[in-house]
């Protein structure tokens, strides 16, 4: 158990994981959401709910906040009952939110101009693995904030690596969803050449994943597309946020992508034909539909569940010679 009272804003598909992780391991904490389904869920845990994000951080050592969009971490952090207007010295903002590395460093000089400090610590892995404890965890900011959150980080995530100043946790991260994208993106062109090859797509399945086009993705995002589900936690309007972050940090260092405004191009179109909150998966739907297939297989889960016991949470240190 950590001494640390701990704020916690922003229940959704990660959140509300990494949250009831806490309450697991018997943190005390006081949450807030829009969705109060949500916030009672973690009261009958034993959390305790803030009427206003003020409230919250001012019962709280530690605010984190998870959020959909950098725009709402502003509303949250600066309006007039917010997390600013009750952060006194000594207290840590947490940001998980996956957001732009410039809002973060904005928000980070308000919250360092009070005494307080600031870290952004993205997630990596999955809803299946946040609600283990087993995801990975980025963290940017000073190394003296950080080694007093590493416990608290240590309890939400499996592996925590220093990535360095504020905001390149959040750089690190727009470029690892870039990835994520990249492949699921690839994937539904490989699987759909394979059903319209006449494969068999279990056996198709195996071959990727013993094989060097195998991948994190391929292990998971693939398994939901061919059960049908598509459901993997994520949504069209949430790749095309993340990997527009990505796109506006290579124009911002003047970097001519190729591949990155083809993606985005790719999921804004899906998003425009099935919904921006349709499932990030069910991007090969646009295949599907362009060949006359179904890209299914029998045997595969509608979810992903992560069958592994909680590690206990470790720093990774980068190889020498990478500062």
């Not at 610590?121 to 900011?141: D, E, L, W």
């Not at 990535?163 to 470029?175: C, I, P």
Request: glycine fraction near 8%.
């Amino acid at each position: 158990m950590i001494d640390l009272r701990i704020g916690f804003i922003g229940l959704g598909n990660v959140g509300s994981q990494l949250a009831g992780n806490l309450r697991r391991h018997a943190v005390q904490l006081t949450v807030r959401d829009l969705d109060p389904a949500r916030v009672q869920a973690l009261v009958d845990a034993g959390a305790r709910a803030a009427r206003s994000a003020r409230e919250l951080a001012e019962a709280s050592d530690v605010v984190i906040t998870c959020l959909p969009s950098p725009a709402a971490s502003a509303e949250v952090m600066e309006a007039a009952d917010g997390v600013l207007s009750a952060l006194d010295p000594g207290k840590i903002w947490l940001e998980m939110s996956t957001t732009d590395h410039a809002e973060v460093r904005r928000l980070g000089a308000l919250v360092e101009a009070r005494g307080a400090s600031a870290l952004d610590c993205p997630v990596s892995g999955g809803c299946h693995r946040a609600a283990t404890g087993n995801i990975s965890i980025f963290a940017g900011g000073s190394r003296a904030a950080f080694e007093r959150v590493l416990p608290l980080l240590a309890i939400l995530g499996q592996r925590i690596l220093h990535t360095g100043a504020l905001g390149s946790a959040s750089q690190l991260k727009v470029l690892t969803n870039y990835l994520c994208t990249v492949h699921l993106a690839a994937l539904a062109e490989a699987l759909t050449v394979a059903a319209v090859a006449g494969l068999d797509l279990n056996t198709a399945y195996e071959a990727i994943h013993i094989s060097s086009g195998n991948s994190f993705v391929h292990e998971t995002e693939s398994q939901v597309i061919l059960n049908g589900s598509r459901d993997i936690n994520f949504t069209m309007d949430l790749v095309i946020k993340d990997v527009g972050l990505f796109d506006e940090l290579a124009r911002a260092h003047h970097v001519p992508l190729e591949l990155s405004p083809l993606v985005l191009a790719i999921f804004t179109d899906g998003a425009r034909r099935y919904g921006a909150r349709e499932h990030s998966p069910n991007i090969i739907r646009r295949l599907e539909e362009a060949c006359g297939v179904r890209v299914l297989a029998e045997g595969f889960p509608a979810q992903i569940s992560d069958s592994e016991p909680k590690v206990a949470g470790y720093e990774v240190r980068p190889r020498a010679g990478s500062h």
